[in-house]
């Protein structure tokens, strides 16, 4: 079955604790991304990447680190976490696009929710 | 950056009437509009996109319309179901990066 998966899918944590979300994919899609979803605030992008070892900043990405060694995995760090990172984080991958888009139909993970006290 | 709007907020339906939402985006050089459904508990999943060379799109129940000059693009639902009750965004695309709406939550009413 095609998917993406997140884990842990809850985690409480506290204030500076360096943890990681990691992201799996089994559809072989070179783009990945992450985006955390807050009340008002919609879906905003984190970090993206185009393939391996290529990484972009999105739009929130202070406090924020990704890496890409393996095309399957996209893993989120968060080296001191802080409580204004509690959100629901997702993962997402998608191929390219067509018709002069770079991305094409993002799959998403269930969502990975963290709490920072 | 690209800023993107929408509107409504919240949307309460009866069921079998139509639903419409609406988007609109700052950056002339995004050229895709995905919309994304999030139901309860799950990540969003795509249930219609167009790109800037098209105007209109038409998916059965679901159908979405862009106006590249106005730079505003809109999701209409008709004959809306109980299970069309969700939350919904609009995203533009430029490139690799995505700005998503702030969603709109619709309630279908038996």
């Known amino acids: 079955e095609a998917q993406v998966t997140q884990n842990p899918r809850y985690l409480i944590t506290v204030t500076g604790k360096k943890l990681t979300v990691t992201c799996s994919q089994n559809?072989?899609?070179?783009?990945m991304s992450w985006y955390r979803q807050d009340p008002g605030l919609g879906l905003r992008q984190i970090y993206y990447?185009?393939?391996?070892?290529?990484?972009d900043k999105g739009d929130v990405p202070e406090g924020y680190k990704v890496s890409r060694k393996e095309k399957r995995n996209f893993p989120l760090i968060l080296e001191s976490p802080s409580p204004n990172q509690t959100s629901l984080y997702f993962c997402?991958?998608?191929?390219?696009?067509?018709?002069?888009?770079?991305?094409?139909?993002?799959?998403f993970g269930e969502g990975s929710r963290l709490t920072v006290l | 950056g690209e800023n993107v709007e929408q509107h409504p907020s919240t949307l309460s339906v009866q069921e079998g009437d139509s639903a419409v939402i609406k988007c609109t985006y700052s950056?002339?050089?995004?050229?895709?509009f995905p919309w994304y459904k999030q139901e309860l508990g799950k990540g969003p999943q795509l249930i219609i996109d167009?790109?800037?060379?098209?105007g209109e799109k038409k998916d059965q129940r679901i159908a979405v319309t862009l106006n590249k000059t106005a730079k505003h693009f809109s999701l209409h639902i008709t004959e809306t179901q109980p299970e069309d009750s969700a939350v919904y965004f609009c995203?533009?695309?430029?490139?690799?990066?995505?700005?998503f709406g702030a969603g709109t939550t619709v309630t279908v009413r038996a």
């Open positions: 167009i790109r800037s060379n098209v």
């Open positions: 997402a991958s998608s191929s390219p696009g067509v018709a002069g888009s770079n991305t094409g139909e993002l799959f």
């Open positions: 559809m072989n899609h070179e783009y």
């Open positions: 995203a533009a695309v430029n490139d690799y990066k995505l700005s």
């Open positions: 950056d002339s050089a995004s050229n895709y």
């Open positions: 990447s185009m393939n391996v070892e290529v990484t």
